[in-house]
């Protein structure tokens, strides 16, 4: 990660391509190099470096035929992943959203609300989830959703059945204002893959476990 870069001007010039391509948008070494002030080949270590780490990625640009650029370039950009380095106001908010809706409408109305929200994506995650028979594949089609919303998950297989993996908590600080929001989850996951499994939450990212993990298995 960014922050393990031991020598300090390797830390500064990678932070300085960060910032870059997030004020200019996506752009080629040579450009970056330009703007920064250092050599091509050392912005290109750097991308590479960043890209290993998820933070950017590339796509090629062709070049007008004909000239002395022919061959396609590189054009970097950032990756969701590197909004980590830049403010955010969103748990903050989230937060006090919370229990703004707590002080209005009392635990009970916060339930009622939350009841919507996972009826919602029931519907939603059925829908995306489509006519996948198999657990295997609706497990899969499941991690692929909350993944595009930013849990990291994955499916594992274990002895009699299946682990859902979620290795990040985007709403981590909004869940541990409203515990409500992680029970609900429990039962979205449930509702979505059918009364024939069984889900259960055996790590729990609130509880100080480094992930949330939910065994799925068949009824008997």
Request: charged content about 25%.
């Given at each position: 990660m960014l922050d393990k870069v031991t020598k300090p001007g390797e830390k500064r010039s990678r932070r300085a391509i960060i910032d870059s391509l997030k004020v200019d948008g996506p752009q080629d070494a040579a450009r970056l190099a330009e703007r920064l002030g250092i050599s091509a080949m050392a912005v290109r270590q750097h991308l590479y470096d960043l890209e290993a780490e998820g933070l950017v990625n590339h796509e090629a640009e062709a070049r007008p035929p004909g000239t002395a650029r022919g061959r396609p370039a590189k054009l970097w950009a950032l990756t969701a992943a590197a909004d980590r380095f830049f403010p955010d106001g969103h748990a903050e908010f989230s937060v006090g959203l919370i229990n703004s809706m707590k002080e209005v409408f009392g635990a009970k109305g916060l339930d009622k609300l939350l009841a919507v929200r996972a009826r919602d994506q029931v519907a939603a995650y059925k829908a995306r989830m489509g006519a996948r028979r198999s657990l295997p594949a609706q497990l899969r089609a499941?991690?692929?959703?909350?993944?595009?919303?930013?849990?990291?998950?994955?499916?594992?297989?274990?002895?009699?059945?299946?682990?859902?993996v979620e290795n990040h908590c985007p709403v981590c600080s909004a869940a541990a204002a409203c515990t409500g929001l992680c029970n609900m989850e429990l039962e979205v996951f449930q509702k979505s893959l059918g009364s024939e499994v069984e889900v259960k939450r055996i790590d729990h990212i609130l509880a100080g476990a480094r992930r949330c993990a939910y065994l799925v298995t068949r009824k008997r």
């Open positions: 499941l991690a692929e959703i909350r993944t595009e919303e930013g849990y990291m998950a994955e499916v594992e297989n274990v002895a009699g059945g299946y682990l859902l």
